[in-house]
């Protein structure tokens, strides 16, 4: 009945009945629902981004990619109010070192459940968000510095390029792509009024996508994205 009662042997330690009490009496007045009305974590997650209306096809495909894991996962069956700080944490460090997802695939998923946590927070359905805490202090940062090429370099894949019989025809698009700079998606959205022969400008103000079959004319990502690239 109390914490200090002994516990038989064949027992699961656990919260005693009075802890359990207590638990219950202070849940009910902050306003908690019990259980955390009885929602796992992939319910959670598909209710948060339900309700995320307008975002970019990239993003609604890191959602995406955020619930088939869940699905397969069986944290994802976890019910969120049984989630705790450690569990979290244990779960991305797991997903790096078991299963050797990359730095930048945990940022996402973290980045999906934290907000989803928050909404679980403010609907009364739990008193903590149990991924509110700094990434780095988890997993460490595995990406790879990317080094640009040396002038050297960039001649020889160009010579190569014009050389060679298949590669030659996107000899002038690589080209182009080197000496601007030009996300790839950018440069396949450029169209004739994008191009400024007489100041030498080219101005990038938005991007083709293709998201399975169908082509989409988006915006930059970031409102520094919108830029004018001057040409030599």
């Known amino acids: 009945l109390d914490r200090n009662d002994r516990i038989m042997p064949d027992r699961k330690k656990e919260p005693s009945l009075r802890e359990k009490e207590r638990q219950v009496q202070a849940d009910l007045f902050n306003q908690i629902v019990p259980a955390g009305a009885g929602l796992k974590v992939i319910d959670l997650v598909e209710r948060y981004t339900s309700l995320k209306i307008g975002v970019r096809e990239s993003t609604k495909a890191n959602y995406r990619t955020v619930i088939n894991l869940l699905k397969k996962d069986s944290f994802g069956q976890k019910r ?38 928050q909404l679980a927070m403010d609907d009364d359905l739990i008193r903590k968000n149990p991924f509110s805490f700094e990434l780095m202090t988890v997993v460490y940062n595995d990406s790879i510095t990317r080094e640009a090429l040396s002038r050297e370099d960039e001649r020889k894949f160009l010579d190569f390029v014009q050389q060679d019989k298949h590669f030659s025809r996107y000899y002038e698009g690589i ?58």
């Open 80 to 117: 969120i109010d049984k989630v705790k700080l450690s569990d979290a944490k244990k779960w991305l460090a797991d997903l790096q070192t078991k299963e050797g997802r990359g730095f930048s695939t945990i940022r996402t998923i973290r980045g999906v459940l934290k907000p989803a946590f």
């Open 175 to 232: 080209y182009i792509l080197f000496n601007t700079g030009l996300r790839i998606s950018e440069f396949v959205g450029l169209t004739r009024t994008d191009i400024d022969f007489k100041n030498m400008k080219i101005k990038v103000d938005h991007q083709l996508q293709r998201y399975k079959n169908e082509y989409h004319i988006l915006e930059p990502k970031t409102k520094s994205g919108v830029r004018e690239v001057p040409m030599t």
